[in-house]
């Protein structure tokens, strides 16, 4: 794998700090630069153009939601994963519609945000499971659930892939649990998205809970 350039944007220097210690930890990972703010961190995007912006929701001047959108409008090929404490559906969702590829808590372990980084570095999604769970509650909260009978069908192995999807899981935590490969698992997300014409892991889990086929913790 190619060398992946990280920008962290967090207003808590302490945070920064932690979060740059966690992922160069990984030698194919380099954290080229941090920024304090929305608007500080656009800067730094455009100076830089990194390969992946871990981004924090809450912050002064700008927040990531905001800059998020702004980044994501500019730059489409820059990946950002949302890493933040807050969790209700009121950042959680504009986040995701502005344009993150992935959403974890700071709580998660940094193995999580390790994996989270590569996920969206490779073009996939990652959530926290609480983020899962709340994404699917939302959708089926308000929305009327019930296939239309549109949706192809899933195969069983799928399916098993689509409920671990649910729960949060990265791609080498579903192999792990259904002792296959990551390759195997990316084929099957591969064929789920083909099937229902979905782009990536988060659509999956929204047109899952839109037909009421994956239940939330």
Known sequence: MSQI???????D????SALSHFVSRDPEITVIAEAESGLEGIEVV???????????????????IEATAIISERWPEIKILAVTTLDGSDTVLPMLSAGASGYLLKDSSAASILEGVREVYSGASSLSPRIASLLIKHVRDTEPVGSDGTLEV????????????????????IARTLIVSEG???AHLGRIMSK??????????????????????
């Not at 195969?155 to 791609?171: K, P, Y």
Request: charged residues 30%; proline residues 4%; negative net charge.
């Open 5 to 11: 350039r990280v920008v962290i944007v967090d207003d």
């Open 13 to 16: 220097p302490l945070v920064r």
């Open 46 to 64: 455009e100076r830089e153009r990194p390969d992946v912006v871990m981004m924090d929701v809450q912050m002064p001047e700008m927040n990531g």
């Open 154 to 173: 899933l195969t069983e192995r799928e399916q098993e892939v689509l409920q671990r999807l649910a729960q949060g899981m990265s791609n080498a935590e």
């Open 184 to 186: 195997t698992v990316k």
């Open 196 to 217: 229902w014409h979905v782009r990536d892991r988060v659509q999956i889990l929204v047109t899952a809970a839109h037909a009421g086929l994956v239940e939330f913790r």
